[in-house]
């Protein structure tokens, strides 16, 4: 059984602790949180222990899920790491590129594993279209297109939270930029707009990247409250022989083959752990067979990278280029 505990249970932590009951081969052991009487409060639900300082979980564990806010992702992933524990970080990996590296070159030097909690590569719709794309039913991958936008919904204030000080796109958004990049591959450069309804200039309602891939794929990625009553989350992606509509809210699937008339609707495979129980699930699995995860802090950091570039071209009305 691989021992894992949870830093930080406030919000998406307290779902990873509802969640780990559910994974196979884990042994939820211990939670940690500076608000003592939270860590108490889920250590009595799960019969588990709680802690102050995360530093006395660390001895318990070969595993943990990092889920405080992201100023404070750095500190705790280099502090496992030295411990020989590895991570699963919430989304976002970090606020800064340099954070990343440091975060990343701790655990490689301990030889353990980061894993960022990119869950949309654990919907049932997305896992499909990876398998279709990568099945060759639509060809080499020409142009993608995602959303994850709600509607119009402004003026409102910015949030009186860590939220608020960190970004939209950064903290959300970041979703559906690992996911453009799970399709289109290492990004080369970003033109973006970016955009306040609430006059707010340095905490956006809304962002449109577009987006250029060394594969000579182009891809947009929409994100906010902008667009009328609509609202999306759809992805589309457009190759040489046809076309895939990956519909997130209904999670279903549709093809379109070049010189079809019709989409086909295509119902994805729900059986087996999905969301965020399927990416706990693959992070255990991936401490058991020592393994690099499907999303690692590379990858994390690359999806951080594309919001940063956002937010510079859209600052400095220029194209950047990702080094």
């Given at each position: 059984?691989?021992?894992?505990g949870?830093?930080g249970v406030?919000g998406?932590?307290n779902?990873?602790?509802?969640?780990?009951?559910?994974?196979?081969?884990?042994?939820?052991?211990?939670?940690?949180d500076?608000?003592l009487d939270?860590?108490q409060?889920?250590?009595?639900?799960h019969?588990?222990r709680?802690?102050?300082?995360y530093q006395?979980?660390?001895?318990?564990?070969?595993?943990?899920?990092?889920?405080?806010?992201?100023i404070?992702?750095?500190?705790?992933?280099?502090?496992a790491?030295e411990?020989g524990?590895?991570a699963?970080?919430?989304?976002?990996?970090?606020?800064?590129?340099a954070?990343?590296?440091?975060?990343?070159?701790?655990a490689?030097?301990?030889?353990t594993?980061i894993m960022v909690?990119?869950?949309?590569?654990?919907?049932?719709?997305h896992?499909l279209?990876r398998k279709m794309v990568?099945?060759g039913?639509?060809?080499?991958?020409?142009?993608?297109?995602?959303?994850?936008?709600?509607?119009?919904?402004a003026?409102?204030n910015?949030?009186?939270?860590?939220?608020?000080?960190v970004?939209?796109l950064?903290e959300?958004g970041?979703?559906?930029?690992?996911?453009?990049?799970?399709?289109?591959?290492?990004a080369?450069?970003?033109?973006a707009e970016?955009?306040?309804?609430?006059g707010?200039d340095?905490?956006?309602?809304?962002t449109?990247?577009?987006?250029?891939?060394?594969?000579?794929v182009?891809?947009?990625l929409?994100w906010?409250?902008f667009?009328?009553?609509r609202g999306?989350?759809e992805?589309?992606?457009?190759?040489?022989?046809g076309?895939?509509?990956?519909?997130m809210a209904a999670?279903l699937a549709?093809?379109?083959k070049r010189g079809?008339?019709?989409?086909q609707?295509?119902v994805?495979?729900r059986s087996?752990?999905?969301h965020?129980v399927?990416?706990l699930?693959?992070?255990?699995e991936?401490i058991?067979?020592n393994?690099?995860?499907?999303?690692?802090?590379r990858?994390g950091k690359?999806a951080?990278a594309?919001?940063?570039?956002?937010?510079?071209?859209a600052r400095?009305?220029?194209k950047v280029?990702?080094?």
């Open positions: 059984m691989i021992r894992i949870v830093i406030g998406m932590g779902s990873h602790c509802n969640s780990l009951p559910n994974v196979e081969n884990c042994e939820f052991v211990g939670v940690a500076l608000r939270a860590a409060a889920v250590a009595e639900k019969n588990i709680a802690f102050q300082d006395e979980l660390l001895p318990l564990v070969d595993g943990v899920v990092v889920a405080t806010p992201p404070a992702h750095t500190q705790v992933v280099v502090d790491a411990a524990v590895h699963f970080c919430e989304k976002p990996l970090s606020l800064t590129l954070e990343a590296d440091e975060m990343i070159n701790a490689d030097k301990a030889g594993h909690g990119q869950v949309l590569r654990f919907y049932p719709v896992k279209g990568d099945a039913d639509i060809g080499d991958i020409v142009y993608i297109e995602t959303d994850y936008t709600g509607p119009y919904n003026p409102r910015r949030p009186e939270s860590w939220y608020g000080t970004g939209g950064l959300n970041i979703h559906k930029s690992d996911l453009i990049n799970w399709f289109g591959g290492t080369l450069t970003v033109a970016a955009g306040s309804f609430s707010h340095d905490w956006e309602d809304y449109v990247s577009l987006i250029r891939y060394d594969s000579g182009v891809g947009i929409r906010g409250g667009l009328g009553a999306t989350n992805t589309i992606i457009d190759g040489t022989e076309s895939l509509r990956l519909d999670d549709y093809l379109k079809e008339r019709e989409w609707e295509i994805p495979d087996g752990p999905t965020v399927g990416e699930s693959h992070f255990v991936c058991r067979d393994r690099t995860p499907m999303i690692d802090g990858g690359h951080v594309i919001v940063l570039a956002t937010y510079q071209s400095e009305k220029t280029v990702i080094s």
